[in-house]
């Protein structure tokens, strides 16, 4: 039956000492003692087995390296179970190398503690990162250190329990109405000829309108095709969407959606298909909203060139608004309005309506005294 025992070490830490064929291990488990209970326990299971094997003396920047390789999704005969997406590996990729490997790189994988993270942190807050940017560092180490946990290089993962910031909610803007006019106004006359029409070409003025229309999202539009829209039961189906050059299908169920087609988002694809029929683009697989040479429109380009000028044009390049705050402002006017919460959740594509309720929560309270006026449940003449 093999032995051992628990020391707590001035620094505050706990380590234990177990023996294997007589011989005294050491291992720094961290500030938690209940961490130190359950190692012990393991490394004990570990010895009467014979699984037990010296802690891994590879740093985390060789891991990591040979991690982002098992995970590449461009990886040649790599397994599905293993891979990630190709825009989640990039993010992950940019994160460990740019912010982790410079700082604990040189560590050992098995001497990396909680306190080594929480340390990370800090010093990302310190440096001024967003919560989200914070976050998004430390998931990727939490993913890798979870896999060494369950290859058996790690007994427990020191990043499961890090003092993360918390989440932050969605923030977006709702442009009012009048600038909303402004910029569509600015779009109008920032629009080119169209030489096959001998008239404005409106491309980005339609691609305004059934933004703010729908709610979609820029890639969602981006990826919109003509058999996607369904003009008997006025419906635009949507089921995939771009992502860093990437095509794809919603990762969510929700995000797979049907959204209903407004009048005002109906004439503007009325006048989009005559363009698209004019220029031999008027077909099932054919891109609603496509480049002069019929690719998808690049999200750089569009900012650059026609919606930053768009928004110094009207006058409105203080405010900082950006083409999803369209979508922000479809779905709080459909709140507004008094829209069935489940129809906005279905709109915005949300998984849950406590998301929506949560995001538009100021615009139901606004509902809610509107009622408190018109409404009464118990009125004066109704009690004996």
Not at 81 to 109: D, I, K, M, Q
Not at 288 to 301: D, E, I, K
Request: glycine share 6%; net charge positive.
């Amino acid at each position: 039956m093999a032995r051992g025992s628990i020391v707590k070490r001035p620094s505050g830490n706990y380590a234990i000492v177990h023996y294997v064929n007589g011989k005294q291990k050491w291992e720094t488990i961290g500030p938690s003692r209940r961490e130190a209970e359950r190692a012990l326990t393991a490394r004990k299971r570990e010895v009467d087995t014979g699984t037990w094997r010296e802690p891994s003396s590879e740093t985390l920047a060789a891991y990591a390296e040979r991690w982002l390789e098992r995970r590449n999704p461009a990886r040649v005969g790599g397994t599905g179970r293993t891979r990630l997406a190709p825009s989640t590996f990039e993010g992950y990729r940019l994160n460990l190398r740019r912010h982790v490997v410079p700082r604990l790189g040189t560590r050992t994988l098995s001497s990396l503690r909680t306190e080594d993270v929480d340390r990370l942190i800090a010093e990302l807050e310190a440096e001024g990162k967003a919560p989200g940017t914070v976050r998004n560092v430390v998931v990727p180490l939490r993913k890798m250190l979870a896999d060494a946990v369950r290859q058996g290089l790690l007994l427990a993962n020191p990043a499961a329990r890090a003092d993360l910031p918390p989440a932050q909610d969605f923030a977006g803007k709702e442009i009012p109405a009048a600038q909303t006019d402004a910029i569509r106004s600015a779009l109008l006359d920032l629009a080119p000829s169209d030489p096959l029409r001998n008239e404005l070409d409106l491309l980005y003025v339609h691609l305004f309108d059934i933004a703010l229309g729908t709610g979609l999202r820029l890639g969602e539009l981006r990826a919109l095709r003509w058999q996607d829209i369904d003009r008997e039961r006025r419906l635009i189906r949507v089921e995939r969407a771009y992502s860093r050059q990437q095509l794809r299908r919603s990762k969510t169920e929700s995000g797979v959606r049907s959204v209903p087609l407004f009048p005002s988002v109906e004439a503007a694809l009325r006048e989009l298909a005559a363009r698209a029929f004019e220029r031999g683009r008027y077909a099932p697989e054919e891109l609603v909203f496509a480049s002069m040479r019929g690719t998808p429109l690049q999200p750089s380009n569009f900012r650059q060139r026609v919606w930053d000028p768009a928004l110094q044009l009207a006058g409105l390049d203080g405010e900082s608004y950006r083409f999803h705050d369209l979508r922000h402002t479809c779905v709080s006017r459909l709140v507004g309005a008094g829209a069935d919460i489940k129809l906005v959740q279905a709109v915005a594509g949300h998984a849950n309506p406590l998301i929506t309720l949560k995001r538009y929560s100021h615009l139901l309270d606004a509902r809610v005294t509107e009622a408190a006026a018109r409404f009464d449940p118990a009125p004066p003449a109704s009690r004996v």
